[in-house]
């Protein structure tokens, strides 16, 4: 094996461990959302060439309400759809949309853009305690 072939082994080698990284890494992460006085799960999302946060973690079975704050006029994100949750709703811009729905099991339930360009997921688990758990699971307790 020639130092070319080394090389391009060790670089093939570090973008599959970036590319695992990069679509699983993320899974662990995501935002909490806080339930209130009633229990309704709130979280704040930023639309603004994306989702931010991107992935927001709930307890299946309770009430979730997602505030869209759509900080921009460009039309990419100008409606938000749930498709497992049969939601399809306009977001004006510099305005919140406000998005209420029960999550009825656990699992992902995926948003997009109207044209699939911007994704976003909630991710609803069984009871509160796990949702925390998981959180943290993130990058930075590693080891
Ligand atoms: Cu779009």
Redesign the pocket.
């Given at each position: 094996m020639s130092l070319t072939d080394l090389a391009v082994v060790l670089v093939g080698a570090a973008l599959i461990a970036w590319e695992l990284w990069f679509f699983l890494g993320p899974r662990r992460g995501g935002e909490a959302a806080h339930p209130n006085r009633s229990g309704v799960q709130e979280v704040r999302i930023v639309v603004k060439g994306g989702y931010n946060p991107d992935t927001i973690l709930v307890e299946a079975g309770r009430p979730v309400r997602l505030h869209f704050y759509r900080d921009e006029t460009a039309e990419?994100?100008e409606r938000v759809v749930f498709e497992s949750l049969n939601i399809d709703e306009a977001l004006p811009a510099f305005e919140t949309k406000t998005i209420e729905f029960i999550p009825p099991t656990p699992g992902d339930y995926p948003f997009r853009?109207?044209?699939?360009?911007?994704r976003g997921r909630v991710v609803a688990q069984q009871g509160r305690d796990s949702a925390r758990a998981n959180l943290g699971k993130g990058h930075h307790k590693h080891g």
């Open positions: 990419c994100s853009c109207g044209m699939s360009m911007l």
